[in-house]
């Protein structure tokens, strides 16, 4: 049997690496277990029609193969190894999966000697799959979708999270519209994970230091892929009660319990990585959760090569990415000065060698301020050598939020730069969208770079195009009715309405959907602003429009659950049922059900709070449209050819009028500009006009909302060169760090008494020669540099030029500084500055002194 030899080349999987049990001893299941455990195939669905053929109910239910593998009865396992179809299509997968965790991608053939050997990227939370519930929304999504794409582009990335022993909670709608929350239990065996053993079998265990208590962490594994991701949590036996519960819920409990998740996050999964010998030589911290990482890379850099923390956390900060995901200031999480002591009192003085005050100064903005909570998202910038927000908006209202950790410096140069997030598009197109996008531009087309992929979706013909779209709907509505039929049977509702939903929504309807969290900022309910007016839109007969909604609250959020109740009752008060519709349990399942299938996607949230949002990016691989404020990713998408816009690109707070404002803007972009292109069509029956849309927000928009341009970006810009930087730091015991140390204190000691002279302006061919003396103080001129500033004008960039730093002048002490530079603009738009500069450290990053001559 053509099984037998394939396994006799591979190491077997047997029981013991597995939690749970299948029966091994039948000739073929390991590598079914192997199939099941790859979450490759929850994005790349040719295995599915094996775990369909085990247990088709099961399989239609669950999702999960590894669930289907260990429910599926003996005989069944045994008959289908002995049906020859069924064997070659395993065989053939795992030659398919062989053959893509091998084959040189991306990295490989752009880089073939890098440097970069491993990035570790550290998560709350990963949305992965719906058979993996680890994961609440956006963060857990952006999180996912990038692991999944530095899988496809071959970048050396593992990942690092937590295993809750619940998800996040599902979500029940009652028939008067009140949200239950239920928390059902992960058994680890039903999850698609396995443990971590040692190579005597052992459960390779972690344990950390807790207020005093020894915690053990048990550790598991997730294939993704060619990528791996590590989780921990603190279910052990051994642990008492108390810390058995700390991975209990993702983001469950008050900041006691936050704190000891973030613990474990970050200084739990630094030390498993090293219990792996896995050295990472970049970290990226998606959020400040995981931001103590930062001090136990540090503290382990100590212990190898006998340098101080300082020292230490010079080195290694080179190698720290952090991503903020925020774009308020509330939204950073941080512990009380005596939570903090706690649990890091002893670990300063033991792990650290300093002195508390000074951990807790680094999750400060003002460090003599003993009263000042400590914030991770200040603790990760104070330990990265770069930081960026999500969106290019994001970028800016990011520079705004940490501006007070750079003082005297100008906004514009709080250093935050931006990528923006994207979706992993395998993962969100559905078989329709496979179709259309397989036959313009091949199957590899999300692997390499995207360059081409604009050009080729302009082959594909308007005829084509339509009826894609349609079929997407026609697919989605039936899922819709199926569902919408299940949810009111469990809310309980009467044989006629079970009954009614099995006939909701028309196929050929326009149809709109709003999906995401129920929070105020999103402003779930702009569209019930005046409900006479939406209801004229729904159901104007010639030209009717039909929306499905769906989204969950935070459980103990009675505004947010308020807001739900205020669409079912709308919905049940107004008989609109055929036109409305909420599904419950929003997770990633119905998200991908419902981008496949809407033809737009709207979208309100309050400017700017909305740092990139990512559900929108779904549908443009799928031929959907989006209606957006203009916030996040849409404020650098938007053109009239891609889309619609709600906004004037600006920040009204949380003003009711301007609320009420946009909601009439809404409605009036619906009933003139959406409505009227879906439906005016010409002689073949195709609205030109949305088609056109169509195609350009499919051709131009997907490659660009990406995550494999994400994964990209994030390598070329950050990735290679951090690595490169902590290496060049890291080597010799890191001496670097300790000449980096010297140089920052010598710098602080001395910078404030450093003077400038008058400044001497000539004219010369068109522009100026500016000539300034400074008196450096016996500052070493190789350690800063002298600069002239001017404020960009209309919106275009500072300018900054240096200076070149002369000899010393004739007094003996000062030196002349001089520059020529070519303008128009008067002399005295530009004043002298001295910032460090030296070691190639990031400024004013990793060094925020600045001097300004006036
Ligand atoms: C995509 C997605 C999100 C993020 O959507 P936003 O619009 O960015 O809030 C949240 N939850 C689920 C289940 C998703 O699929």
Redesign the pocket.
Known sequence: MAGKEKISTRQPLINNQVYGFIPTDIDGVDDLAELALDLRWSWNHAVDELWYQLDPDLWMETHNPWVVLQNVSRDQLIFQMGNAAFLSKLDEMMKLKEKSRNDPAWFQRKYPISDLKCVAYFSMEF?LSEALPI????L??VAGDQLKSASDLGVPVIAVGLLYQQGYFRQLIDQFGTQQALFPYNDPGQLPISPLRLPNGEWLRINISLSGYTVWLRTWQVQVGRVKLYLLDSNDPVNMPLHRGITSAVYGGGTDLRIQQEIILGIGGWKLLRAMNIAPDVCHMNEGHSAFLVLERAADFMRENGVSFEEALAVTRAGNLFTTHTAVAAGFDNFSPSLMWQFFGNYAKKELHIDFNDLLALGRDDPHNSAQYFNMAYLAIHGSSAVNGVSRLHGEVSRNLFGNLFQRWPTDEVPVGYVTNG?HMPSWDSVYADKIWTQACGKERWRGHLESVEQDIFTVSDHDLWQFRNDSRYHMINFIRERFQGQTEDAGQSPEIVEMAKHIFNKETLTLGF???FVPY?RPNLLLYDEERFIRILTNPQRPVQLVIAGKSPPYDESGKALIRQWVQFIKQHNLHKHVVFLSD???L???HLVQGVDVWI?TPRRPW?A?????M?VLVNGGINLSELD?WWAEAFTPEVGWALGDGREHGGDPFWDADQAIELYELLEQKVVPEFYNRNKDGIPEQWVAKMRNSMSILTPKFSANRAVREYTEKYYLPAADNYQKRASQKGIAGRQMINTFHDLRKKWWQMRFGQIQIENIEGGYQFKIMVWLNHISHDTISVELFAEGLNGSPNEIIKMEIGGLAENGQDHECSACISTTRPAFHYTARIVPCYANISVPLENNLILWQR
């Open positions: 949305m994961y609440v929304g956006g857990g999504n979706v999906a995401r969290r999103k929003y997770d990633m119905l998200t991908e979208n909305e990139c949002g990512t559900s929108g779904k996040g």
